[in-house]
């Protein structure tokens, strides 16, 4: 019931609700690196009191039962996330340099309070893009079941094909905007050499067997691709005819460019 990816539209969402804080206010804890035993902890939590809420209403139970279960599941949950991430804070004394001056100027700020105040990037404004060829091309989708938190706005994206959403990916990097995306990491990766390609390894020939080869679409529908990690692009080297040879790639695990993605 739960991972420790996300999406862009969840990250909007949840600054429009609770804000942002500067990371001295809020440090990284060891768990925030290292989730594996977090999302362990969590998924049996979570999918035991859900078990358990099901069963009370199959059984007779009431509503006002299932939802003290439900409740008791929330702050079980908001308990383990503080213990391994820490408690997002209240409030805050945030101090910066004023202009030129040698002074500090010290403020307290809340969550919501320091992003309206000091945040300028329009997180709202953004397009998140797909390639999914399943689906009609330029127009607007949301996945059932996507609203990431109560009073919030679901999840959606326009379909494009793939060569543009490249195309426009080049064009925010020539005005100086990183991009936000998602891909599947694990198919045919040499992590050592910093490289991906289709035909990496030739594991038909090193087993001796002939694997059906399944377009984007076939293996969509097969449920094999899955955009497993987030990244950011924030370089691309460019061909003689404008298009991408090859992209800078920054990932919270460190920065692949210099070895070539």
Known sequence: PIADG???????????????????????SHTSSHTSELMDRMTLMLSSFGYQIRTTLQDGGSVEEAREIKQLCVRNAHRILCIHLGTPPGSFVWQYRNG??????????????????????????????????????????????????????????????????????VKMLKDGLPVWFACNVDEECDNDHGLW??????????????????NKEERIRCGYPMGDHVMLLTGVDLAEDGTAKRWRVENSYGDYGDNGY
């Not at 996300?6 to 969402?13: F, H, L, P, Q």
């Not at 002074?103 to 797909?130: C, H, K, M, N, W």
């Not at 390609?197 to 399944?214: H, I, Q, S, T």
Request: charge should be negative; charged fraction near 25%; include cysteine.
């Open 100 to 169: 030129d001056d040698d002074d500090f100027v010290e403020r307290i700020s809340t969550p919501l309070d320091f992003a309206r105040d000091y945040v300028t990037v329009p997180f709202g404004s953004y397009v998140q893009l797909s390639q999914d060829p399943r689906h009609n091309y330029y127009k607007r989708y949301t996945v059932k079941n996507s609203l990431p938190i109560c009073g919030g706005n679901p999840l959606v994206f326009v379909n494009v094909p793939a060569q543009e959403m490249k195309a426009m990916c």
């Open 197 to 214: 390609d289709a035909e990496l390894y030739g594991c038909n020939e090193l087993y001796g067997v002939r694997v059906p080869k399944l």
């Open 6 to 28: 996300g999406d862009w539209g969840i990250a909007v969402n949840l600054i429009q609700k609770y804000g942002l804080v500067p990371k001295p206010a809020y440090p990284e």
